[in-house]
């Protein structure tokens, strides 16, 4: 397999070289994401990584000439906000729409691009989700112009269940806590499907509201009144930042089985409480080796920090972005959305994970996973505190992987 950063370097530097037309539309690429409010700290993440790539792109020259221009919009951490921002973006004439934070402002999104599309044809967007991973965006919801750089709940939940067992750690009571939305729903589902994978009982099951809870206590207090052995969450931001809290101030001695645990803040506030928790997460520095550890330094030397929580994952699929715009030859001296979503349904990349690829049927990638537990023995220690994450077990995409739902049906332009 090629080592990460010459396949970047690489991919970046033909996207300078592949043409040279003397008058050139650059292209323009949106962010549009929670930048302000209690979910900012994941919205700056997804940015962070997107400027991660963006800037090497155009150190080596752009696309077609000109820079890849990065405009930024801040959806305030809602639906309306992201339909109010997208319809400035698209007067401002984005054609490629990056959004990761919240499935619900991702389900906004993926409509008003479809709905953009078909009444404006010849200047289409595409979206690409980098972290909204609801099933109903690669399912019912799912059209031509929305490319899944992240996970679903049903591959999430089968490989913590795997590696949980593989550690010895999954015991037999799981008790169910989500954020009561469509990705909330999606991984109670999936953590009800897979009792019998882990051979556990889910002994209770809660839904709650999103990014409204202040205080967890009583929820902690129903956990430790059911006898869970395990706890499965697919909680981010606040509220799992703040299950945490109170899981360490209430001394709860079941494990937390998570897909966001790497959330900078969660150790901190969950103190010796995190000490063999697990999380099923896209990259840990430590399965992945000196690739790996390449990827890590260039990016701390770039961004100030390590790469963490949803950042690996942002920063690979816009490298399958930049693969795509590499294979896309100019139209007019501009850039075809059409022609660019077509190249990126045929996307691979390496990874020091394993190979990347998108999946044409449903577009959802098919990316490794990788099961951690937090350990004080840890190569790479997060939140200033000693601890980190140890992996346990490395899924390859193909291992990974759930197949494509029924109720996607696919439509590919004319």
């Known amino acids: 397999m090629k080592k990460l950063d010459l396949t970047l370097v690489a991919a970046v530097a033909a996207l300078g070289a592949c043409c040279t037309a003397a008058v050139a539309a650059p292209v323009k690429i949106g962010l549009v994401e929670t930048l302000s409010g209690p979910q900012a700290s994941s919205g700056q993440a997804y940015r962070t990584a997107v400027r991660y790539v963006i800037d090497q792109v155009n150190a080596a020259g752009g696309w077609n000439g000109e820079p890849v221009q990065l405009l930024e919009y801040d959806n305030q951490g809602g639906p309306a906000g992201a339909a109010d921002k997208l319809r ?16 619900a402002i991702g389900g906004q999104i993926t409509e008003d691009v479809r709905k953009w599309n078909l009444r404006n044809p010849g200047k289409e967007m595409v979206y690409i989700n980098v972290g909204a991973e609801a099933l109903e965006l690669t399912g019912e919801k ?11 709940a049903q591959v999430r939940v089968k490989a913590l269940v795997e590696g949980m067992k593989k550690a010895n750690a999954l015991g037999t009571k799981v008790y169910a806590i989500n954020q009561n939305y469509s990705w909330g729903q999606d991984m109670e589902r999936a953590i009800v499907d897979d009792q019998k994978l882990g051979g556990y009982t889910v002994v209770e099951k809660t839904l709650h509201d999103v990014n409204k809870i202040q205080d967890f206590a009583p929820y902690v207090a129903k956990i430790s009144a059911s006898g869970a052995d395990t706890v499965m969450t697919g909680n981010w ?17 079941a494990r937390y089985g998570t897909v966001y645990l790497d959330q900078p803040g969660n150790l901190a506030n969950a103190g010796e409480l995190a000490v063999g928790n697990f999380v099923a997460h896209t990259f840990n520095a430590e399965a992945g080796g000196a690739d790996a550890q390449k990827f890590v330094e260039d990016y701390k ?13 942002t920063a690979y699929g816009m490298m399958m972005v930049a693969d795509a715009l590499k294979r896309t030859k100019p139209k007019n001296g501009a ?63 193909q291992e990974a992987s759930t197949p494509p739902q029924a109720s996607c049906k696919m439509k590919r332009p004319d």
């Open 142 to 152: 799912c059209n031509f112009y929305h490319f899944r750089f992240a996970g679903n």
């Open 88 to 103: 400035a973006a698209a007067a401002d004439g984005v054609q490629i729409v990056v959004q990761g934070a919240s499935s």
């Open 335 to 397: 850039l075809n959305v059409n022609e660019f979503a077509l190249a990126l349904e045929s996307g691979r990349i390496p990874t020091p994970m394993g190979e990347m690829s998108m999946r044409a049927a449903d577009h959802q990638v098919q990316m490794p996973l990788v099961v951690s537990t937090v350990s004080r023995d840890a190569k790479y220690k997060v939140d200033g505190t000693d601890m980190g994450f140890s992996p346990v077990l490395l899924l390859s995409a």
């Open 301 to 313: 030397a770039k961004t100030g920090h390590i790469p963490v929580f949803v950042e690996p994952q």
């Open 237 to 253: 931001s606040n509220d799992l930042l703040l299950l945490m809290k109170a899981s360490k101030a209430a001394g709860l001695k």
